[in-house]
Structure formats: C-alpha cells, structure tokens
C-alpha cells in the first residue's frame, strides 16, 4: 500500500480552512499515487481546542464540515482526526476519534484510548475513552490497519496499563496509523522516534506517524512525520518546523531495504526554529498585520527577541525602542542602534529621563524627600518603558513581545507591568544560558547581534553600575539549580547543589521561585520549549507553605 503522510499546519477553530488543507493534501497524495493520506490529530478543529468543544454549535459545524470530505474519499482513502460524539453516556460528550474515509462514506472511526491529563494536557475534560480497540479492514486485499490517535503510542513512557498498538497487533494489524499533535520540545524528534521503533519491533507493525505543524498558542508543534517498519527502521522521515507531504509504498521489499538517514538540526537551531514559528504562527493566525514592538535595551534578551521576530515575521514588521534613562550606559545606547541596523528593523529613540524625574518629585510629595527611594526607584524605570511601549502598541497596533528569560522569570527578577507587559514571553521558556548560545548561533553566518551585547556583563540599568549578579547568583549556578526545581521537580532537599553553590542558596532559590508564583500569573504567554513551561503545563498554587522535606 502506498501511503502518503500529511503534515498541516491547522489552525484552531478554523473549521472550513482546516478542512480545505485536508482536501488539498488529498488532491496531491492522489495525484502522487497514493492509495491512502494520513492526516494530523484533531485537524479539523486544530488542537487544541479546548473549551471550545463545550461552544453550542461548534463540534456540529466540524462534523459538518466531516461529511463534506467524504466525496474526497472516491479518489484516495483518508484518514483524519476529527472529534465525533460519544457513544456511551456520561459528562464527557465526545471521542477523540481516528476517522477513515473511503469510497465516499465513512468507513470506520477509532476512538483516543489513552486520555493524557498531565503537563499542557487536560483530554479527560472533553473526551471518552476508547472500551476498546479493534483493526479496520485495510481494502483491496490489504491486512486489517490499527487507528490510533497520539498517546496510544506512549503507553511505554506513561504506565497507563493499556498498550493498545499491542492490543491491535494481536487483532491482526499489521500497520499502525497515528494521528497526532504532539508538541514540541527541544530534542522531541528523537525522542518519538525511538520510542516508537520499540514499540514497532515489539509487536512486529509498521507505524505510520503524522504530526501537526506550526504554532498554536503556547504550544509549538514541529511536525517530524516518519514511518517505522516493522523492524524499528525509520523508512521516511518529514522535516521540522514546516508543512510536508511524503508517499511512502509499505509494501516495498523489506530486509533489502535501507533505512533512511535521519538527522536533525542541533539543539540549539531547534530551539531557533521553535521559537520563530511560535511567534510567527502567533501573528498569522490572529490577523496581526502591523507586526511587533519590541524595547531595545542593548541586552542581550532584547537583543535575541529582536533577532527571532525579525527571523518569524521579516525585519519590515518589528519596530525596536531605544528607551535610554539616567543609568543607561553609552555602549548599551551604541549596541542597541547597532543591532537594529545590523536586523535592518525600525528603530526609535525615546528618552524617558524627562518622565523619570517628574516621578521622583510625585515621590517626593508621597514619601518624602530621600536621595533613594530604592526598588520604588528602580521599578518605576521599566514601568516608564512598559507604558510607552504599550502606547505605541494602542496607537499603531503592534504587539509587544516581552524579553525577559525563564532565568529571570523563575526569580522574579522582572517588574511587573515594566518588562513583564506585553502579548507573547518570546523567551520565557529559555534560560540565560540558552540565550546566549541562540546568540552566538545568531551570528553564524554573519554579526547580527553586537559583539558588545554578548561580552558585557548582564545588567538591567535601573541603578548605578548595577549587575545581575548584584540580585542573583551567577546564570551557570542559578540555571542548573532551576533545571533540577522545574524540569526535575525537585524540591531544595533532593537538588544537587552544582559546582560553585551550597545547600543554603538552593533553598534561597526555591524558595525564590515559589514566592514570585504570583508574577508569573501575570506574565504573557510563555512559548513552551522545554517540558515543563511556566503556564498550563506548571501548574503551582500562589499560596502555599510548603518547602520541601529535610531529604
């Protein structure tokens, strides 16, 4: 059987688009010569949809938008994830269905049967699970396929105590169809791959794998379709980060064959790609023409984000501020000027002197005269740049990208409405040290980012010759102490303090990244690159007392 794998780029609530992809792609699998087109989970209505599934009238209009594929059906089989209502009564109203199209009608559907509910995931919200799990005739002739949706094949990295590729093996299934939205993660593509050759040579099936591409929201899916024979030998393999199509004959001589050299970007021009179209998919998808404002401080933070937006939407859409105030230094205002030519993006000047000085004599009248009104001081200089960069937002319609790193969002070290106001976290999910390698990896063919923004020493210039390290540890210690509390999920007693560090500035730390849950709340959506992101997947109580045992 010739099989031609799919990989669109939906978009959520977008039912009669979403719909036309699939048509298109199915024009093209046929006209290739395939006799089937596998499709991504839930394609119709993008995934995720979320509460959008309890919207009157919403799963109606997709099922209307279903039947009108099936006269796609009469020219090459399609098999598509599609949301259907729930055969059995209960609170959850609808499956999460494997749909096959053939000869005009609907042939077959397979509900989801493993339901995730951890990380970014809440499936058991809308979904009935699958009773149980039965092949579907393969037609003309061919052996019987297995429908499975996208966790049906991690039963061996989550102890669900269900295996349902096994279940479909032993029923006779000798290819294995998966239709999924997988997000992305930094170094995800091997990580699926391997899993799913296992489970492959295991139970002795091919496995056809179709993931979605493009951005939704926080999530970031990166495609990296392929198919396994039944030896665990990947046979095809889709690339990263952009819509494809690939016909592949399964029924292509098997031991004689070789496998396909599969090798993925490193990790670093992953976290590029993943970042770019998350932010691009992001405008594109809400209709944000005017493009993005970004407050150019001639940090290196600001500098990456500037770098990526021009990347995602091209250099004519970003507008860099220069926001120069009385701590600013000379070569941070130079950088800043430098990189916005370098980018070949729009670049303004506001000096927020003026404005500053008028705040310290409010304070003056609130508080009395001082010579320091400390943090009050300090904040009040990126709350000036919070308001003016969203006053260029209200008056031209740009979105603001904020620039603070996960380092700095993990501590709070970010004001609120300052640097924290904006649409997207571009780099809420990197860590410092993350920041500075997509720097470097920026510059490869050519600076775009300054020199000068990468050497010098980290500082926010809201005080006299101030520092990071003034406030944090350095980023080397801070980032790993992090990686352990939020990837690990660790508490302070079970950290392993890295070189350079002590079991008492770990507790400072976590106790750090607890306290400062309450910003995080009101930050702006963070694009999730690893696998534990601050927003839906983390999580964590504002209120809470708990510190950890003593180990």
């Given at each position: 059987m010739r099989v031609a794998i799919a990989q669109v780029n939906p978009t959520v609530g977008d039912l009669a688009g979403n719909r036309q992809l699939v048509e298109e792609s199915a024009s093209k699998a046929a006209a290739a010569g395939a006799e089937l087109v596998v499709l991504p989970e839930l394609v119709l209505t993008g995934y995720p949809p979320m509460d959008l599934l309890e919207r009157e009238g919403f799963v109606r209009d997709q099922l209307r938008e279903l039947g009108a594929l099936e006269g796609a059906s009469h020219r090459i089989a399609i098999a598509l994830g599609a949301v259907l209502p729930s055969p059995e009564p209960g609170p959850q109203r609808w499956i999460n269905a494997a749909v096959l199209l053939r000869d005009g009608e609907r042939a077959a559907a397979r509900a989801k049967s493993l339901l995730p509910t951890y990380d970014v995931f809440d499936e058991n919200r809308y979904f009935a699970t699958a009773a149980r799990r039965e092949p579907v005739p393969g037609g003309s002739g061919e052996p019987p396929l297995g429908l499975t949706v996208c966790e049906d094949t991690w039963c061996d990295e989550i102890p669900y105590g269900i295996d349902p590729v096994g279940e479909l093996a032993a029923a006779g299934a000798r290819t294995i169809l998966n239709l999924s939205a997988s997000p992305f993660h930094v170094g995800k593509a091997e990580e699926r791959r391997g899993m799913m050759a296992e489970l492959a040579r295991r139970h002795g099936v091919s496995i056809v794998f179709a993931n979605q591409v493009g951005g939704n929201d926080e999530l970031v899916f990166d495609g990296g379709s392929f198919v396994v024979d039944a030896r665990g030998r990947v046979q095809a393999a889709l690339p990263l980060f952009e819509p494809a199509l690939e016909v592949v004959d399964l029924a292509a001589p098997g031991p004689g064959r070789a496998p396909a050299e599969v090798t993925d970007p490193d990790l670093v021009s992953q976290l590029e790609s993943g970042l770019v179209v998350g932010i691009r998919d992001y405008f594109r998808k809400q209709g944000l023409p005017p493009g993005a404002v970004i407050g150019l401080s001639g940090g290196i933070d600001s500098a990456v984000t500037a770098h990526l937006a021009a990347e995602a939407l091209g250099p004519d859409r970003v507008l860099g501020v220069l926001m120069p105030g009385p701590f600013s230094s000379g070569h941070s205002v130079r950088d800043a000027e430098a990189l916005a030519r370098n980018l070949g993006i729009e670049a303004r000047t506001v000096d927020i002197r003026p404005i500053y000085e008028r705040y310290l004599d409010a304070f003056a009248?609130?508080?009395?005269?001082?010579?320091?009104?400390?943090?009050?001081?300090?904040?009040?200089?990126?709350?000036?740049?919070?308001?003016?960069?969203?006053?260029?937002?209200?008056?031209?319609?740009?979105?603001?990208?904020?620039?603070?790193?996960?380092?700095?969002?993990?501590?709070?070290?970010?004001?609120?409405?300052?640097?924290?106001?904006g649409g997207v976290a571009v780099l809420g999910d990197v860590y410092k040290r993350e920041v500075y390698a997509l720097a470097h990896h920026a510059n490869r063919a050519g600076e775009r980012i300054p020199r000068g923004v990468i050497d010098k020493p980290p500082s926010a210039e809201l005080a006299p010759d101030q520092l990071d390290t003034d406030d944090l540890p350095p980023y080397e210690i801070l980032d790993a102490i992090l990686e352990q509390a939020i990837e690990g999920q660790r508490d302070a007693a079970h950290i392993e303090p890295p070189p350079g560090s002590s079991p008492e500035q770990v507790r400072e730390v976590v106790t750090r990244l607890d306290r400062n849950e309450y910003k995080r709340r009101q930050a702006p959506l963070v694009l999730r690159m690893s696998t534990k992101a601050f927003g839906s997947g983390r999580r964590l109580p504002i209120v809470h007392r708990y510190r950890g045992g003593p180990g």
């Open positions: 009248g609130l508080f009395g005269e001082r010579d320091d009104y400390g943090i009050a001081q300090q904040n009040i200089q990126s709350r000036i740049r919070g308001a003016v960069l969203m006053a260029v937002s209200n008056a031209e319609g740009r979105l603001v990208l904020a620039t603070g790193n996960k380092s700095e969002l993990s501590l709070g070290y970010c004001t609120l409405y300052g640097d924290t106001v």
